[in-house]
């Protein structure tokens, strides 16, 4: 699977628009872009994926650059809540027995 | 129900003890996995397990020896640890192993 690199961390307003980049320059056509976080004391929780286009659910947005080899995280309104690592994880589309390797994430502090 | 539980919390174990960490889901996931976390550290894959066989072992150490007795739960077994192998384990499953995952809270160990 293909290398992600993030910020070690990031600072971020309450109420304002958490954006968090990742890179994976070597991503291949056959690799999702998937997101976790883990707030402190907790396991991770996965948070959106996708392959080439934009994705959006109840928790956050995905955009991915034409080329695919960044992304963005988007969370719209960022709560203190929202203080966790995110991980920035490429996998493959058929994920070769089942791999999930995490790298080392942003630290993102959401700040009152 | 959409919570992987992890049993016990925490641990507290000497080098020459056996003990066991569990997991449970319910959630009619085939596939399930061991995580191995070091304070600050991203999570470390541990073992995969797809249709209750043995599918990756990450190279551990025999003295961790996995188990999964049926398709909702999975166990670790412990023998002979250092103390270098304190860290909080995280379980985790998904629908198969090309899904995303859902981890429990993690299982924090010591040995003393």
């Known amino acids: 699977d293909a290398k992600t690199t993030q910020p070690p961390s990031m600072d971020c307003a309450e109420g304002r628009a958490a954006n968090l980049p990742c890179n994976h320059s070597?991503?291949?056509?056959?690799?999702?872009v998937y997101w976790y976080r883990q707030i402190h004391s907790q396991g991770p929780q996965y948070i959106i994926h996708?392959?080439?286009n934009n994705e959006t659910n109840e928790m956050a947005s995905l955009i991915i650059t034409e080329d695919r080899k960044s992304s963005t995280l988007i969370l719209p309104h960022a709560t203190l809540r929202d203080t966790a690592v995110y991980y920035c994880?490429?996998?493959?589309?058929?994920?070769?027995?089942?791999?999930?390797?995490f790298g080392q994430g942003t630290e993102l502090s959401v700040k009152p | 129900d959409t919570e992987v539980t992890q049993t016990p919390k925490h641990l507290v174990m000497g080098m020459t003890n056996k003990k066991s960490l569990k997991c449970e889901q319910h959630?009619?996931?085939?596939?399930m996995y061991w995580y191995k976390q070091k304070a600050k550290k991203p999570p470390e894959l541990m073992f995969v397990y797809s249709y209750e066989k043995l599918s990756i072992n990450e190279s551990v150490p025999s003295r961790f020896s996995p188990e999964c007795p049926n398709s909702s739960l999975l166990n670790l077994h412990l023998h002979a640890l250092q103390p270098e192998d304190s860290a909080l384990y995280l379980c985790?499953?998904?629908?198969?192993?090309?899904?995303?995952?859902?981890f429990g809270s993690g299982t924090q160990l010591s040995v003393l």
């Open positions: 985790a499953s998904s629908q198969t192993f090309n899904e995303k995952l859902f």
């Open positions: 959630m009619g996931h085939r596939a």
């Open positions: 070597t991503i291949s056509g056959n690799e999702y």
């Open positions: 996708g392959l080439k």
């Open positions: 994880i490429v996998r493959h589309i058929y994920n070769q027995g089942g791999k999930l390797i």
